[in-house]
């Protein structure tokens, strides 16, 4: 039965950085495609960001790219999202999740695994 876990969230004022951790825990995940996804209030879920199981392939929604940076250590079983350059269009829940198919969490935006989520809000 694994477990993801994620830390990290706060309040920061726009133009900051936040680094987003996920835990993940009984069992490893080294094997699975890992992301993070949004979710705004009164709005639908937002894929953000997602690595492979190697950490050799990396994908981002457009509204991220050159400003969050996912990474994957397997022997530690974290992954991380550090984000820069916050905007208040950024503020929502963040959760972690893990599919074994990298198509399943990217294209289909499904999952075997997420975490609780933890709160980002970047004040203007």
């Known amino acids: 039965q694994g477990q993801l876990v994620e830390s990290g969230g706060g309040m920061v004022q726009a133009g900051g950085s936040l680094r987003l951790s996920c835990a993940a825990s009984g069992r490893t995940f080294s094997g699975y495609a890992m992301g993070w996804f949004r979710q705004a209030p009164g709005k639908e879920r937002q894929f953000v960001a997602a690595?492979?199981?190697?950490?050799?392939?990396?994908i981002y929604t457009d509204s991220v790219k050159g400003r969050f940076t996912i990474s994957r250590d397997n022997a530690k079983n974290t992954v991380t999202l550090q984000m820069n350059s916050l905007k208040p269009e950024d503020t929502a829940v963040y959760y972690c999740?893990?599919?074994?198919?990298?198509?399943?969490?990217?294209?289909?935006?499904?999952?075997?695994?997420r975490g609780q989520g933890t709160q980002v809000t970047v004040s203007s």
């Open positions: 690595i492979s199981w190697s950490g050799g392939s990396t």
């Open positions: 999740a893990a599919a074994l198919a990298w198509n399943t969490l990217v294209f289909r935006n499904e999952y075997e695994y």
